[in-house]
T-cell receptor, first 114, second 114 residues
Framework: DTGVSQDPRHKITKRGQNVTFRCDPISEHNRLYWYRQTLGQGPEFLTYFQNEAQLEKSRLLSDRFSAERPKGSFSTLEIQRTEQGDSAMYLC????????????FGPGTRLTVT | TQLLEQSPQFLSIQEGENLTVYCNSSSVFSSLQWYRQEPGEGPVLLVTVVTGGEVKKLKRLTFQFGDARKDSSLHITAAQPGDTGLYLCAGEYAGGTSYGKLTFGQGTILTVHP
């Protein structure tokens, strides 16, 4: 097993464009989390999936953001009409129910909105 | 909002020195974790503490969870340049759900000079 992977690692886009990021969790993990981290800060929780069900969304996740996990495996995070304030590192983590204390993070996708 | 405050925010020391990083909150956490993050990468889990008063040792690193489960500390003995990085504490709020939603501190940037 290769751990949590994210794609792309870096994304530069112009303001107003849509972007989509992908996260592939550790294969036997049924819980998946998205976090956002800005420079000089710790990660902030965005949303959580258990299998394919999205069970919680942070108020940070405006209506321009949508996340899916259609088959309970990989997940996508889409940002529509990007704004400069969306520039951040987007981190994905996964865990196995029952051991949710042990979250394993991917390398992140660094988004720059120009 | 359950906040975790880390101190100091920056720490610059010489190889061989000892250091302590603190993580404090007014809220009770059911568990607390420490992560280390390298630039451009996701956080890597170092340890999880769940019991008030718990002390865990990982080679030169000692982690402690406060008796009231509101604070934690990370102590590094004889720091080495390889310890350089961003150290993050993160906790699962005791009054929340039990699915592993983490609240992070803002991090401590540690630089160990040879």
């Amino acid at each position: 097993d290769t751990g949590v992977s994210q794609d792309p690692r870096h994304k530069i886009t112009k303001r107003g464009q849509n972007v989509t990021f992908r996260c592939d969790p550790i294969s036997e993990h049924n819980r998946l989390y998205w976090y956002r981290q800005t420079l000089g800060q710790g990660p902030e929780f965005l949303t959580y999936f258990q299998n394919e069900a999205q069970l919680e969304k942070s108020r940070l996740l405006s209506d321009r953001f949508s996340a899916e996990r259609p088959k309970g495996s990989f997940s996508t995070l889409e940002i529509q009409r990007t704004e400069q304030g969306d520039s951040a590192m987007y981190l994905c983590a996964s865990s196995q129910q029952g051991t949710s204390l042990e979250q394993y993070f991917g390398p992140g996708t660094r988004l720059t909105v120009t | 909002t359950q906040l975790l405050e880390q101190s100091p925010q920056f720490l610059s020391i010489q190889e061989g020195e000892n250091l302590t990083v603190y993580c404090n909150s007014s809220s009770v956490f059911s568990s607390l974790q420490w992560y280390r993050q390298e630039p451009g990468e996701g956080p890597v889990l170092l340890v999880t503490v769940v019991t008030g008063g718990e002390v865990k040792k990982l080679k030169r690193l000692t982690f402690q969870f406060g008796d009231a489960r509101k604070d934690s500390s990370l102590h590094i003995t004889a720091a080495q340049p390889g310890d350089t990085g961003l150290y993050l504490c993160a906790g699962e709020y005791a009054g929340g759900t039990s699915y592993g939603k983490l609240t992070f501190g803002q991090g401590t940037i540690l630089t160990v000079h040879p």
